[in-house]
């Protein structure tokens, strides 16, 4: 049975602020060995604006949730809708995907990966650049402008694909463990750093991580997983204003508690 856990006086959800809306959705895939069920039957849904972190065991299904709402793939079963639109290609105008791995192209510079993504849209190389080089000193860039992947640090290349995703101006933005590869002290100061960036640049967030911390810190609810075949579980509500400091979030009392309780439903 599915538990959800609300904070008083939040609104129930409705379909004209429901930007990300997942209903009963299926994914299955075929194999030589038979049918194996990725997801079975998930609800989710996303405000428009708000922050949703998706926990759970190792192959659950988080990733091909997010490909599912990207229009990367197509449900076996149920129904899907982004800012109201259920074709795959209208999912996809509407997301920007940021996957685990940084994906940055070992032949341009720093300022060239992040206009990529505008590149793409069909402006010419010169504007590109121009519309991202902006964001490069906002995003603590400033300088490495003509650096290559292998010239950045780790968390500095994080932050050129999180650039690349946020240029296209998508509403949603589909985040698969973005920090996962990170060193434990770069993935804490790049937690708070997304953060404040989700404040100045606001964005409908669904963020897929393994660390239970990372969710309860950055998002405004988390909905834990079972494991596979994937369903939610529980949804369980963070009542604090965002951004949060990540110091006093250590000992916030209230994130303890969701923590324990996260712990609890992922152990069960």
């Known amino acids: 049975m599915q ?30 060995r038979g049918v194996t069920p990725a997801l079975a039957g998930i609800d989710l849904h996303v405000r428009a604006g708000e922050v949703v972190g998706v926990v759970g ?3 659950c299904g988080k990733s091909t949730l997010l490909e599912l709402i990207a229009g990367l793939q197509e449900p076996d079963g149920g129904t899907l809708t982004v800012a109201g639109e259920a074709s795959a290609q209208a999912r996809r105008h509407a997301c920007s995907y940021m996957p685990q791995q940084d994906l940055l192209l070992p032949w341009r510079d720093a300022l060239g990966n992040a206009a990529l993504a505008l590149e793409c849209q069909g402006v010419s190389r010169k504007e590109a650049r121009r519309r991202a080089a902006p964001l490069l000193e906002r995003f603590g860039l400033g300088g490495f402008e003509r650096s290559r992947p292998a010239e ?7 932050r050129v694909a999180f650039m690349r995703a946020l240029l296209p101006g998508r ?7 973005p920090f996962a590869s990170l060193d434990s002290i770069t993935r804490a100061s790049m937690q708070q750093w997304l953060a404040d960036t989700l404040a100045a640049e606001p964005r409908t967030v669904l963020l897929v991580t393994h660390d239970v911390e990372e969710a309860l810190f950055l998002s405004d ?3 834990v997983l079972s494991p596979r075949p994937g369903r939610v579980l529980e949804e369980l509500q963070v009542a604090l204003p965002r951004p949060r400091d990540r110091r006093a979030a250590v000992t916030d009392p ?3 508690r969701l923590r324990g309780r996260a712990l609890e439903v992922l152990g069960a």
């Open 152 to 158: 950045l640090s780790g968390g500095m290349r994080q």
């Open 171 to 177: 509403p949603v933005l589909l985040l698969d463990e």
């Open 254 to 256: 209230e994130l303890a």
């Open 221 to 223: 609810r988390v909905a």
């Open 3 to 32: 538990t959800k856990v609300k904070a008083p006086g939040v609104e129930p959800l409705s379909d004209h602020k429901t930007s990300v809306a997942v209903a009963r959705v299926e994914r299955r895939f075929s194999s030589r």
């Open 57 to 59: 065991p190792s192959g």
